[in-house]
Each structure stands twice: as C-alpha cells, then as structure tokens.
C-alpha cells in the first residue's frame, strides 16, 4: 500500500528526481510505524527498504565484543537511513527507534532502480558512502575532518613565539609563560642552535628532579626544535607531533619563527573551532585580540549547525564563549581599582544561555555602596561600544551598562526588585521579567548571589506571577482552527508565537515553584520535578522550544548569509514539508502549555 503522505519531492536528494521518477517511487513507498526501542535494521543484516524518518529519532549503534552499546549518532525527521543496506546487503549500525517514530519505507527494488535511472540520485549516496568510508576511523564528520586536512599551518591559530635568554630562572619562564599564555618559551643560542622548555619540563624539574624556582633554565633546553612550515597542512602537523613524540612544534618560515602550534589546536579543527576561540580569547592581550575572536563565533554557529548539533547544546557552547568574551573585555576595559569591586550580569536570553546570534545588549551592573568613580560613565559607554564592535547590537530599550537606569548598589537593587513586584505597570513588569534571567559574567561576582533570593522573596507575590501568566497569553498561537499554520506579510513571527510563551511561562512556573534555574529546558525539567506540570509536558515543551530556535536560527543564518539583519520571522513557504509538520506540532505544545498556565494561575 502507498502512503497517504508523500515524500517530499524539494528534500535533497529527492529533488534530484524528475516528477516521474518521483511518483515511481512513491508508489513504492509505504508509511511505517516503529516504537520505541525497535530497531528498523540490525547491523550486520541485509534491508528490503531505505527509510526516511517522518516523525521521531533514531540513533545508530553498534555491539561491541564485549557487548557494550556504542551510540555513534542520531538522526531526526528528514534523514535518510539503510541505504548503505539497500547498495551493499549489509548494514554497519543497529538503527533504534528513541521514541514512537514514522517511516517512509521505499522498497529497496524501486530504490535501486531510481538510482539506475537518474545518475545525479545514485551519485547522492554513493559519494556520501565513500567519504564516510574514509573517515569512519577517525569517527568524525566529514566536512570538520576535510577542512582540518587542507587547512595550512600558517591559517591555523598559532601561539605566539615566547623568547627567553638562556639564563633566565625557572620562575621567570613560568611567570613568562603564564603571562603570555602559552605553554613553551624558546631560547636562541648562535653556538648550539635555538632550544625548546615547555611547561611540563618545567613543572617535572621543580616536582621531580628538586630543582630550586632560582635555578637556571638552560640545562632543561631540549635540541633540536621539531618544527613545521606555515605552507604545510594541519594533518602534516599531528604527524610530526606523533612521530617526534611531543605536543608542540615550531612553526617556521625559514630562519623566522612565527610561533608554535600544539596537539590541543590541531585536534580542535577535527570537531568545532570552539577551542581555537577559547584560546585566543584566553592569549588575548588587547580589546582588538578579544574582537577579532568574538566575530569568529558566528562561523562556529553555522558550522555546528550545518553539522545537526542539538540546539540546546549549541546555546550552552555560544553562552560560554560570549561569558569568556565579556570577562576578557573586561579584565581589558576596566582599571585594576574597580575591576573586582563591580559585578557585570547579563540579562535575558543570554542569562539564559539561549542567544545564539547576537541580537542584542542587555546587560547590568552591581555596584558597591558608596562607589566613588568618577569615570564609571565613561569607561561603559567604551565598553558598550566595544561589545557592538564584536557583534552585540544596542538594546532598543537602552538595557545596557551605559544606562545609568541598569547601574545600581545591592540596596538600590533590592527596592527595585520590590517595587517591580508590587507594580501592574507593564515596563515594571517587564524590568522584573529581564532581571529574573541575570547571570554574572565578570567582576565581583559573589555581589549577585545576595540578590537571587530577592527575586524568589518578592515572586512570592500572587499578583505579580498573575500578570506574568497573562503575559505569556497574550500572544496569539499562529494556528487557525484546523490546526494550519498562519503567516502574515512578513512571515511567521516566531519569537511572539511560540518562543516567548514557552520562556515567559517557564519562568513564570519557575518562581511559583522556587526553581533556581535560568535556562528554560531546565526551568521545564525543575518545574515538572516539583510537581508544576507532567513530565511528559515537560519533554514536548523542551522538543517544541528546539524547534522553534532551530527554525528561526536557519532563516537568520540565511538571512545574514544575503547580507540581510536577521529577525524572528519564519517563512513557511521555504520551509520543507518535514519542517512545517514539526513546526505545526510545536505550536500545538504551546497551545497545550497555555492552557496550563490558565488553569494554574485561574486566567
């Protein structure tokens, strides 16, 4: 029997098949139901079909000797499973179902034919399979993987080249080093050519060989350099440190050494580039090193995005790397005096850790009592200005430390957040909702641990947690009656239809039930612990969120990619079919969720 849905003929690779070929194969496809925990293909086994997930997740597995589960990846609505199966009679993974899932199921005879007739779809696979083949060992992606192997040594990250005279002291190289932030010094020597002490040499003569912190490095230099040329590729780098059994080479260009590189900067390149920005950030000596880094971060995004990385893992990374940016802005920016004396939050979905793509600036400070700083207005608009350099647009609602309105002592703070709470005045209210959500990044940042409790103190008030569940409804679920998505001029306004209702109710739940947590996946597993909503509400709020940031960060990526400011709007004509299933069954979680809030909060 045919499906009563078909597949979607603008789905890579089926867009490759002509309108014939397509209805071939759909006559050939049935729509298959697994629960979950049942496997669709055993590894090992031959399969009558390749399948498409419609709904649901799979992960592919294998049995090790020892019988050990391996968990190697996952794969979600759109992608395509068992065709290596269908091409070569033997599947290499145990595919399972993790949750209750629909399959198009194409016969394997109707598959093999529409390969034979359209050699653009056969290619699809059958290069995929190859590199996938050469990369299997190496259990990487093959675009990361690719890249690691053409990108040259002198296009890499280097450290930069420490020189020490060889008669410095094993605490001035230490001190050097950590200065510089690197892991090795070099001294040159005319008589016995350049040497080389990294910091294990280091810590191994004072820990192990009881040498004196005043003892001389020059009988710890180790020659002859092993060194690499900047032309050469990464690859050719990792072998040199495997080979010479070391951790660290010299880059040189001749006789000139431009720096070092190590195991930990070539390794990155085979998963993310997180840790190639970490490093610079944590080299960074001026705001222009720290800026260089901070506009890097975009191109992390898109890549792991492309890649499939789960979105809520994705906000964790991008939320990491933006805290190390402030701190080392600040660290940058703000004297010595003052630096530790100020806290620095970060305030709504970058409290939260959800902000991916820099949309905004909404940051505070805490002040202590009684600063006396005359340049304090100066030195943040500087650093307001700094942020927009790397990326961080002005808050259309001046929510930034250049506000004099976001720069308070603890007590200032504390009688706000009262006044806040007692107030049915919507801009009070949404103060209250911006500061629930801060997070300390840098400066004095035990200040905002006193001032946590206030927000849970003053939320004790039934008025205002009304007003905040009423918030979270005021926004209409673009569905119409039956269930079809609504679109105006501009598209879909995701961020009012189905973000902000689960985020603002999450929060709302969260202070009602004295939920620490900022980020909203886990204000929906603490709410559902403490008894606020059912677990299986839970998970389809966190699935629903997922999708909601997913979509959206695909248009803004594409949207920026032409040169266009992002927005919250989602086109849903440009969306795959696949897609607008998941997006039309997320906005039904959000409809259920309201309901919730109505019947806690009596709305």
């Known amino acids: 029997m045919t499906s009563s849905v078909d597949l979607d003929h603008r789905q890579p690779p089926f867009d490759l098949l002509s309108v014939d070929q397509l209805a071939r194969l759909q006559r050939s496809t049935d729509l298959v139901y697994f629960a979950a925990g049942e496997a669709s293909l055993q590894e090992g086994s031959a399969s009558t079909a390749v399948f498409v997930i419609y709904r649901g997740r799979f992960q592919a597995l294998r049995i090790t000797s020892e019988g050990t589960r391996e968990n190697f990846s996952e794969y979600g609505p759109g992608d395509v499973i068992g065709a290596f199966s269908v091409m070569t009679g033997k599947a290499r993974y145990t595919y399972e179902a993790l949750e209750q899932s629909l399959c198009f199921a194409i016969d394997a005879a109707a598959f093999l034919k529409a390969q034979k007739d359209n050699p653009a779809f056969a290619a699809w696979f059958l290069e995929g399979l190859s590199a996938k083949r050469q990369m299997l060992a190496a259990q990487d992606r093959p675009g990361e993987l690719a890249q690691a192997m053409l990108t040259r040594v002198g296009d890499a990250q280097l450290a930069p080249a420490l020189f020490l005279n060889k008669d410095s002291t094993l605490r001035e190289a230490r001190l050097e080093m950590k200065r510089l932030g690197v892991s090795c010094a070099l001294v040159p020597d005319t008589q016995l050519g350049p040497g080389i002490l990294t910091r294990t040499d280091l810590l191994d003569a004072l820990a192990l060989d009881d040498r004196s912190p005043n003892d001389p490095i020059a009988p710890l230099l180790r020659r002859p350099l092993v060194g690499v040329r900047p032309q050469e590729v990464l690859f050719q780098a990792l072998v040199s440190m495997t080979e010479h059994h070391v951790e660290r080479v010299v880059v040189q260009d001749g006789a ?26 944590a080299r960074a000596s001026r705001v222009e090193d720290v800026r260089a880094a901070a506009l890097r971060i975009p191109d992390l995004v898109r890549s792991l995005h492309a890649q499939g990385a789960r979105i809520s893992f994705l906000t964790e990374l991008v939320s990491a790397l933006n805290g190390r940016v402030l701190a080392r ?11 530790d004396q100020i806290c620095l939050l970060v305030l709504g979905s970058e409290g939260r850790r959800e902000q991916i793509l820099k949309t905004d600036q909404d940051n505070a400070l805490i002040l202590p009592e009684g600063l006396d ?15 927009q350099a790397c990326g961080w647009p002005p808050c259309p609602g001046g929510v930034m430390v250049r506000n004099p309105h976001w720069r308070h002592d603890l007590s200032h703070w504390r009688t706000s957040i009262a006044h806040w709470s007692r107030s049915s005045d919507p801009q009070a209210l949404l103060d209250f909702a911006i500061t629930v959500d801060a997070r300390p990044v840098a400066g004095h940042l035990d200040f905002f641990e006193s001032l946590r409790a206030t927000f849970f103190d003053a939320a004790r008030n039934d008025v205002v947690l009304h007003h905040f569940a009423a918030a979270a409804l005021a926004f209409h679920t673009p569905l119409t009656l039956f269930g079809n998505l609504k679109a105006g001029d501009q598209g879909t306004d ?39 909503m059912s677990e299986q509400l839970a998970r389809d709020v966190q699935q629903a969120l997922s999708v909601f940031l997913r979509l959206r960060l695909s248009q803004q990526l594409e949207t920026a990619r032409q040169g266009q400011t992002p927005d919250n709007f989602l086109r849903i004509a440009q969306l795959r079919r696949l897609d607008r299933e998941l997006l039309r069954d997320a906005l039904g979680v959000v409809d259920s969720f309201k309901s919730l809030l109505r019947r806690t909060f009596h709305l």
């Open 329 to 339: 802005l600040w660290e940058l920016m703000v004297p010595a005096p003052w630096r």
């Open 256 to 281: 000139q050494i431009l720096g070092t590189i190590g195991m930990a900067e070539v390794l990155s390149h085979y998963s993310s580039h997180s840790h190639l920005i970490g490093l610079q950030l």
């Open 494 to 532: 995701i961020k009012r239809g189905g973000v902000f209702p689960l985020v603002h109710g999450l929060r709302t739940l969260a202070l009602r039930h004295g939920v620490p947590d900022r980020n909203s996946f886990r204000r929906a597993e603490g709410v559902a612990a403490a008894g606020g």
């Open 373 to 387: 700083w005359p340049e304090l207005n100066d030195t943040m608009i500087d650093f307001g200005n700094e942020l």
